[in-house]
């Protein structure tokens, strides 16, 4: 049996989102629960790394030709059974998302922009060419399991509850064709900070030998293909003693794209510019949710190609001002140094800029319920 939608949902739009953790579920049937016979022992929270650890159930529903989506069902944590020949193993036919719960200031869970992330999965899902699971199904599959996992939401300041929906195809076919059979599931875990330096600039190395994404390709999307291009640049990054690296386009390794696995903004002056979403780069949701503040601030903001030799000019006559990633692992991530070729630019001295501390303290003020959400971005569970 399909799955239906669920009627009342307000999907994302730009900025702005609706919606109460009321308006997910309750009119529905809840999905059934197998709740975990041995439960784990919660984390130190002082010890916390990104994406170790994971809480004690899961979310899972399969889709099938002819029957669509179904099955939806919550139960204990536990790995993956699927057949060698799954094409998701072969042809990285998969898509995911990530987004964060946090336990506010009031002792209560909240997710942050739920609605945008089920629209952006259920957006580049279409681009593998995976049916579309409708974004009120995937809106409950996260509202329930992390109001079931609440327990597991860290307290401490930079912590969260980190979601990780996915879907991959898991029909044994080895030909080379979209699938017609996948699994949608959703696990979660307690994370602290993204980078130990935490809100500290951190080093950056532009990268011009290699290529994360081109256009027509798979830049804008998350799916495994996309991350695993960008891997080996970043491993040889960390190696020189940095934490990342800045890509450059593909087509003339000219004009920044993203840092990392994040967004990149650049402040030049009194304006804020930041590479427009042309298909090769991941539409990020806490990249709008910047945007969105900054503008309301009265900040200028461009969405434009920058290339580096703007941001190198800058640097030599003084208005480059600040220049910082933005992602839902680390919300903003301040850049204190970029290493091009072999010149060196220090960015604000190497310290965290004004305009970065206040975006990160205004989002994260939000998240943890600290300050009003005139937004509609939290999710109460």
């Known amino acids: 049996m399909t799955t239906q939608a669920h009627a009342g949902v307000a999907t994302a739009g730009h900025g702005h989102e609706s919606g109460t953790a009321g308006d997910w579920g309750a009119a529905e049937v809840p999905f059934p629960v197998a709740r975990t016979s041995a439960p784990r022992a919660r984390p130190d929270e002082a010890a916390l790394g990104f994406g170790a650890l994971f809480t004690d159930h899961m979310f899972l529903m399969e889709y099938a030709e002819g029957a669509g989506w179904h099955g939806g069902r919550l139960e204990a944590y536990r790995p993956l059974v699927i057949d060698p020949a799954a094409a ?20 209560r869970v909240r997710l942050f922009r ?37 327990d597991w939401a860290p307290t401490a ?89 800045l890509w450059l386009d593909a087509t003339e390794h000219r004009y920044l794209e993203e840092v990392g696995a994040m967004n990149l903004m650049v402040r030049i002056g009194d304006e804020v510019v930041t590479p427009p979403l042309s298909g090769t780069i991941l539409p990020g949701v806490t990249r709008d949710s910047a945007l969105t503040l900054l503008r309301e601030w009265g900040i200028p903001v461009r969405e434009r190609p920058v290339a580096m030799a703007e941001v190198l000019r800058a640097a030599r006559d003084g208005t480059l001002r600040e220049v910082w990633g933005t992602g839902t692992a680390a919300v903003v991530a301040p850049v204190g140094e970029l290493t091009y070729r072999d010149e060196r630019v220090t960015v604000n001295d190497g310290e965290t800029g004004p305009l970065a501390r206040r975006l990160y303290g205004a989002l994260t003020a939000i998240q943890y319920g600290a300050a009003p959400d005139t937004y509609g971005w939290t999710v109460a569970v």
């Open 88 to 107: 998701v193993l072969h042809y990285a036919q998969a898509v995911f998302d990530g987004l964060k719960a946090f336990k506010g200031v009031d002792g």
């Open 114 to 150: 739920p609605q945008a992330h089920v629209r952006r999965l259920a957006e580049l899902a279409r681009r593998l060419s995976i049916p579309a699971l409708d974004e009120g199904v995937a809106l409950r599959s996260l509202v329930e399991l992390v109001r079931l996992e609440r």
């Open 157 to 245: 300041p930079g912590t969260a509850l980190y979601a990780r929906p996915t879907i991959i195809a898991t029909e044994p076919f080895l030909g080379v064709r979209a699938a017609r059979e996948y699994l949608y599931f959703v696990i979660l875990s307690p994370v602290g900070a993204y980078f130990p330096e935490g809100l500290r600039p951190v080093r950056i190395k532009v990268e011009e030998a290699r290529v994360r994404a081109a256009p027509g390709g798979l830049g804008g999307a998350k799916t495994g293909a996309n991350y695993a291009a960008s891997l080996l640049a970043g491993e040889e990054a960390r190696q020189e003693g940095y934490s990342q690296v």
